[in-house]
């Protein structure tokens, strides 16, 4: 299970990074989001999830989850939004601009 989880990370990894080099500004949209959909399940992944385990200490409870990557990842959840909201709307106002997509506003 762990060789899949990992093989799924680097996957998402490298097509995010893929996209990102891309010329136009939907695929480096697009790989931004995988990038941030491979950092979420990498976090969950180090964070070692147990299940059917309380978040919190009590008296006669041995083990317990760790709530510190689900704190994260629902911190990147916000930062990838905001972030992919911010390089929309930059390419919106650049093909407005400038007339194309490109990322560096030159037609190839």
Known sequence: ME?????IIGVLTACGVYLMLRGRSFP???????????VNVFL??????TIGQPPIIREGISQYTDPLPQALV???IVISFGMTAFAIVLALKARAELGN???DGRES
Request: aromatic residues 8%; neutral net charge; without cysteine.
């Open 3 to 7: 060789a899949l989880l990992s093989l």
């Open 28 to 38: 480096v949209v697009l790989g931004l989001t995988l990038l941030s959909y491979a």
């Open 44 to 49: 969950f992944a180090m964070g070692r999830l």
């Open 74 to 76: 629902l911190t990147a």
């Open 101 to 103: 997509d490109h990322v």
